[in-house]
């Protein structure tokens, strides 16, 4: 009795206290409500202590959330959850090589290319505006963001010489090109014209590009503020830099300078509030984990470490944003990479985009979420009604299933359709091909074909320079490079690693009439060409001319025109696998554990949910989902080396080798 009155008590006070907690947010204004009462007569503006909005004081507490690295089926949950963790704004990025994937070929949501669904962007900001948010945007032109080329277009290297982010003719016009199209439909989203806009970036860490030299381009800079004012963005504009490393190389005069920085919160405010003393702080990245590299460990940063961080900067009266609040997934062949001090010179960033974030990959609370939330509505500087928190999503280990068809390399090579086939004297980079319109390749693998040739024994083949970045041989689709599994590999031959690198070609190679194919894969791009464009291919010495180019991009209408799939054998190059995954009732999230294949990519229904690597740490592929249809689902894996018998799914990520 004294125990099941217990419970009751319990029970009842709970019930008590959640009503008075619905009674007391029912009672709250919307962040709305509160800013535009009495009507709407400016947007974010500044005072030495701190940020106004509409002429009331607001400590902006942001989030990063891409709306490119979310499924839009689940734009929705993530910014609720966003909002429920006491936040009042969202920021995102602008991916430029997204919304123009072909020069002059715009596609904000209205295309027919794979990553169409998740373009339009005015949606997304909509959609934070009813989910009761404020937005910041980042339009870039670049973004960094781990993303391929900091999301400037792969074409615009077609042109000789070209320079990117500088004050330079031919990069401008394309810039402009793009932000004549972009700016307008983010006019009427600013907050003084009713929507949630209210401040824009200029750029991105540009000090870095500015760091040590005598006089920065700050033309470029002035260049897009100016632009954005052109068309009537006349929202708070701002750059971000570290301010100890980059000083005043990135900023503008006039304009707003925010902070970026991994460590030393109080040393680099400090210093940004001597650079500008007039201005309020505010940090445009607060880092809760960071991101993962291929043949790295799996990145974290602990809950304490992040809160104490987050409360030290807070308590100097800063502004935040949370870069990344919510990671997400960098699907496709986007990711990018980032030069290293030592060898490798690259490192090249996982699909997985999960970041330690308070949200996971797959949007799921963490306890960096509960003690985010907990913290940082102390902060606020009024307080809104706030949203129940969304429920977490369920995930499903669906039975694992059997690969049941092949497509092996010869034949794949037979389906690569005429477009995107091109003949050339000599080997060049894929962003060079006459391919996509004449945009050239940006993602995937090329692959170089030589028939007819005679390969005599002790035969050497040879890369002029180097290969950017990985490149497999096949004499008659028999591959003859080794499968990597460690790093020490890429110092080797088919590696951006080693120039000039040469391969002594097997007896079974030798005999007339072969056919040489070399694929190379690009792993990510950052300022640079793509394939074999160094020069020339030797086979003894002799330079191999007369060249057909196939362009394998692995499109979307491509994979689902796909034919002539044969039982699965052994294979004896890279591959194209298949099976079926049937869903009965409503799809569930789930995950696909890639720890028994090699390296490859892997595509649900035609879609490219990203790479997997054995090397690590990531060993599972998010599956949102808005992806997977009730009944039937193609799963095809394009598996360079290692093939398994099998596809296994997952309720659990395995974001680390141990």
């Known amino acids: 009795m004294e125990q099941n009155l217990c419970v009751f008590v319990i029970i009842l006070a709970t019930t008590f206290l959640s009503q008075n907690y619905c009674t007391a947010q029912d009672n709250l204004p919307t962040l709305y409500e509160y800013y535009t009462k009495g009507g709407i007569d400016s947007g974010l503006t ?62 904000f949501g209205d295309g027919d290319n794979d990553f169409s669904p998740f373009l339009n962007f005015r949606d ?18 670049w973004i960094s963001a781990e993303w391929d080329n900091g999301a400037i277009p792969g074409w615009i290297y077609r042109e000789a010489n070209m320079r990117i982010r500088r004050s330079y003719a031919p990069f401008i016009k394309r810039m402009t090109a793009f932000f004549d199209q972009v700016f307008p439909l983010l006019r009427d989203l600013q907050f003084t014209e009713g929507g949630p806009i209210i401040a824009f970036q200029i750029e991105n860490e540009y000090g870095l590009v500015g760091k040590g030299a005598s006089h920065p381009d700050t033309a470029y800079l002035a260049e897009i503020h100016q632009q954005m004012l052109n068309h009537n963005l006349t929202a708070l504009h701002y750059t971000m830099d570290a301010p100890i490393s980059s000083y005043r190389n990135g900023s503008l005069d006039g304009v707003l300078m925010t902070a970026n920085f991994q460590s030393d919160p109080v040393g680099q405010l400090t210093e940004l509030k001597r650079l500008q003393p007039d201005q309020p702080l505010w940090d445009m990245e607060l880092y809760p984990g960071w991101f993962d590299n291929w043949f790295e460990k799996h990145q974290t940063k602990t809950t304490e470490a992040f809160i104490n961080m987050t409360r030290t900067i807070l308590d100097m009266n800063s502004s935040i944003n949370i870069y990344m609040f919510h990671g997400g997934t960098t699907f496709g062949f986007m990711n990018g990479a980032i030069p290293n001090t030592h060898t490798p010179t690259w490192k090249f960033h996982t699909s997985s985009y999960d970041f330690d974030a308070p949200l996971s990959e797959a949007g799921d609370y963490t306890e960096k979420y509960n003690a985010t939330a907990d913290l940082v509505k102390k902060y606020l500087a009024v307080q809104t009604r706030l949203p129940e928190l969304p429920a977490q999503s369920v995930k499903e280990a669906y039975p694992a299933i059997l690969v049941t068809e092949q497509l092996e390399f010869n034949r794949l090579m037979d389906l690569v359709s005429t477009s995107d086939r091109v003949t050339a004297t000599d080997v060049t980079a894929m962003e060079l091909l006459d391919v996509n319109g004449g945009s050239g390749q940006c993602y995937g693998f090329v692959v170089y074909r030589k028939t007819g040739l005679q390969v005599p024994p002790t035969t050497t083949l040879e890369i002029t320079g180097t290969a950017h970045d990985m490149a497999v041989v ?29 391969l002594s070609l097997d007896d079974a190679s030798v005999g007339s009439n072969r056919t040489l194919d070399i694929l190379v894969e690009n792993w990510g791009r950052r300022y640079n060409l793509k394939g074999l464009y160094n020069g020339p291919v030797l086979l003894n ?13 692995f499109k979307k209408i491509w994979i689902q025109s796909l034919s002539d799939w044969q039982e699965v054998s052994e294979s004896s190059g890279p591959t194209l696998y298949r099976a079926s995954l049937e869903v009965e009732g409503t799809p569930r999230d789930t995950f696909i554990n890639m720890t028994t294949w090699g390296k490859g990519n892997v595509f649900v229904n035609g879609f490219n949910i990203g790479r997997y690597f054995s090397v690590g740490p990531t060993h599972t592929m998010y599956v949102p989902a808005p992806l997977l249809n009730q009944g039937a689902n193609e799963i095809l894996v394009f598996e360079l080396f290692s093939p398994s018998s099998e596809i296994i799914f997952t309720d659990t990520p395995i974001l680390d080798n141990s």
């Open 474 to 502: 096949m004499v008659d689709g028999v591959r003859k490079t080794e499968p990597i599994t460690s790093v020490q590999q890429v110092t080797g031959f088919g590696y951006w690693q080693l120039s000039n690198a040469t």
């Open 541 to 553: 010495g002799e330079v191999l001319q007369d060249w057909e180019i196939l362009a394998l991009q």
């Open 124 to 141: 997304y900001i909509r959609t934070a505006q009813e989910e009761d948010l404020l937005v910041v945007i980042r339009p870039g032109p």
């Open 46 to 107: 500044t005072y030495p202590d701190g940020f106004l909005l509409n002429g009331k004081n607001i400590t902006i507490i942001s989030g990063a959330i891409h709306y490119f690295r979310v499924h839009p089926g689940y734009w929705r949950d993530r910014l609720r959850k966003l909002r429920a963790a006491g936040f009042n704004a969202v920021e995102t990025y602008i991916a430029w090589n997204l919304h123009e994937p072909e020069m002059g070929v715009f596609d």
